[in-house]
């Protein structure tokens, strides 16, 4: 058993864990609800693109073999602090409202599955549409809004796009298993970058501490090397979870490749809402950007938007 330790003046406390040292999601509807705001910082040779959004993440309920979680857009996505100047981004902001508020079913170790208000998404694009096409007029806007319509009706193509989706490949992680006696394990992991036909494969080291941080917060740590013959790459992210229901406080992500000249990728996702107190955070059973851009072939100017969420 874990005792406490002191280093200089701080002393940290013995993290608790589940059967086999696995850390475990304890959550109970209603009362699990976070807003957070979510930073991605593009980075590649001299030039820089920052996005910034807000979105609250509730826990709805559990079903027999996931959870489903309900995302909901607080903000609008910023781009180096503005909004969106470029036709083919304005689009990709107005439209990529149908999906909210958006359902997604997550296994019990986090892994994001797929959505799961597909029907309630279709319902809500007729409405949209014509209130897009209200303020946006001329045949790329036609074109565009098919496009859109298109992917939305087929079920696999929504989840695929979320599946991709760097916010929800990173906060919708598998993190909640077993760590081992000795706090880590390998595993492989695959993220969407870099409009790559192939997610890149990444060998990853998965860490959790066994001590909570001065915060009281648990940590895990994430280290990975590229397994990809035409690249160089490293992946690194550190989770910050509450030590009581395991969810997520804070993330920082980075991602770096290579093949020309160095590409790097940044995410920070962080609370913006208040803790809630622990008496509400009772433990469940044990059982245990995101904008979309469905643009299919439109060849006019892409906009930064349309460059980095297109596939």
Sequence with gaps: MEEEITSGEITRTPAKFAGNFSVLLQLKPPHFSRDYEVMIVFSEGMN??????????????????????????????????????????????????VFYPLLLEVDFDGKFLSVHNHQEI??????????????FVGPVTERYLDLMEKGIL?????SERFKNDLFIRTYFAAIYKSYGVDYRLEEQVFFPMNEEPDPPSFLCRQE?????????????HH????????????YKADYVLDAGT???????ACWNLKKEQLKSTDIMVFRTDPKAPVQEEAAENQHLSSLVYLDGEVKQKRGILGSLFRR
């Design 208 to 220: 959790v501490d066994p001590y909570l941080n001065v915060d009281g917060d648990l940590e895990i």
């Design 154 to 158: 087929d079920q696999d193509t929504v």
């Design 223 to 234: 280290h990975g090397n590229l397994e990809l013959a035409d690249f160089e790459g490293d």
């Design 246 to 252: 395991r969810s997520i406080e804070r993330i920082h």
């Design 122 to 135: 279709v319902g809500r694009w007729p409405e949209l549409k014509e209130k897009v096409k209200e303020y």
């Design 48 to 97: 820089e693109l920052n996005l910034k959004y807000q979105l609250k993440v509730t826990y709805v309920k559990t079903l027999e073999k996931a959870r489903i979680f309900r995302l909901e857009r607080l903000s609008p996505v910023y781009i180096n602090e503005d909004l969106p100047d470029v036709l083919l981004d304005q689009l990709a902001l107005e439209t990529a409202q």
